[in-house]
């Protein structure tokens, strides 16, 4: 029995040192490319292991592939490509070979494989990563503003990547966590509301029509006649209370929270033309049928949906309608279910009680004009 358990115990041994001693993957988001080397240089990566890679031991090597043109120049991270890391051992030139030999295992055979990086620092420069290093890594260092957040990498489309979160967190932290509107790109209005939020007020990350995700990165399809945010994003925390934004009646919910880019989502009739609806929502405290009134909490915000509709992030989507959703069974077809279609949407910033682009903070107490809306999260006290 010793003899089976020390057996056991050696194998553990070495599948552990082969899992932990080199690496080797594809993908083909840039995003991820992104997350993986901007945390390369920070706490370590979402992306399988490379945070350890981060944390561990000297004399190793990132290797990543990219289209053969002879020349490593204007690589474009958009392209599928595959990546290979190792470290510990005796000399980096073994590093570097371990490195590409784990790349080579899983790039396109059309591909070559490179040295990015060499312990904590980048060793491959082009165009692209010395845009990347100015603008991508060093953004946290900057002292940012709400009107012209982002970097200008881009796509050969002309679409922008999502910043990483470690960048967002930190931008809702220089900007005091609440009160403001955050605009990617030097997007300037996106409708023609001048909007004012409570100092106390969640921020909104992405505004009415804007073109721009939570954050940062192009909608997919946005442009002069592309896809435009059809709601509010306010930035609320997992399990942050959502009220009702007016009196009215719960007519459609659906609590299935991996249904198509919404997730849960809650739909409430304040009169005969005006629907709001709540999208990524978390747990639900109402049912169909049941009359809510203005400042009840009828959800809870829920877990970052991380596909590009969800946005990778957690969040309200807030949006309104004239026309109420058609019956569904299972409302699966989320946006199309909720809002009839692209022309009941209408700009939530019209419809606040405190008038045109001046929505309040729920005061409970206080009298408010029927179906006007207070804010639909709760403001800080």
Not at 340 to 354: A, E
Request: hydrophobic content about 35%; some cysteine.
């Amino acid at each position: 029995m010793k003899l089976i358990l020390e057996q056991v115990k050696i194998l553990i041994f070495l599948i552990t040192f082969f899992l932990l001693t080199s690496v080797s993957h594809s993908f083909e988001r840039a995003d991820d490319f992104l997350n993986a080397t901007s945390d390369f240089f920070k706490i370590g990566s979402p992306i399988d292991g490379l945070h350890l890679y981060k944390r561990l031991a000297k004399n190793k090597a990132l290797a990543f592939s990219k289209i053969n043109e002879n020349e490593q120049n204007n690589w474009d991270p958009s392209h599928y490509f595959a990546y290979g890391w190792s470290w510990d051992w005796d000399t980096m030139d073994q590093a570097r070979k371990d490195a590409l030999k784990h790349c080579n295992e899983s790039k396109l055979d059309s591909d070559v494989c490179f040295i990015f990086a060499e312990n904590d620092r980048v060793v491959y420069e082009d165009e692209f990563t010395k845009k990347l290093a100015e603008e991508y890594y060093d953004l946290s260092d900057k002292k940012v503003n709400t009107d012209y957040i982002g970097y200008t990498l881009t796509t050969s489309g002309g679409t922008h990547y999502d910043i990483p979160r470690t960048k967002f967190d930190e931008i809702i932290e220089n900007n005091g966590h609440t009160g403001f509107i955050l605009k990617y790109h030097k997007e300037n209005k996106t409708h023609t509301i001048d909007v004012k939020l409570p100092k106390n007020s969640p921020p909104i990350i992405s505004d009415y029509r804007s073109k721009y995700g939570v954050l940062g990165g192009t909608r997919t399809g946005a442009g002069s006649s592309g896809l435009l945010h059809t709601g509010i994003d306010f930035y609320v925390k997992l399990g942050e209370p959502l009220l009702a934004a007016a009196d009215g009646e719960v007519v459609m919910l659906n609590k299935y929270v991996r249904a198509e880019s919404f997730g849960r989502i809650l739909t409430i009739k304040h009169g005969p033309s005006l629907y709001s609806t709540y999208g990524h929502i978390g747990e639900i405290m109402v049912k169909i049928g049941d009359k809510v009134k203005r400042g009840q909490i009828i959800a809870e915000s829920g877990k970052a949906i991380k596909n590009g509709d969800g946005g990778y992030l957690e969040h309200l989507d807030f949006s309104i309608s004239n026309m109420g959703p058609p019956p569904c069974k299972s409302c699966e077809i989320l946006e199309r279910q909720v809002i009839g279609n692209s022309k009941s949407v209408q700009n939530p910033h019209l419809f606040w009680s405190g008038g045109r682009g001046k929505p309040e903070c729920f005061i409970s107490g206080k009298e408010y004009k029927k179906n006007k809306l207070t804010l639909p999260v709760k403001c800080i006290d």
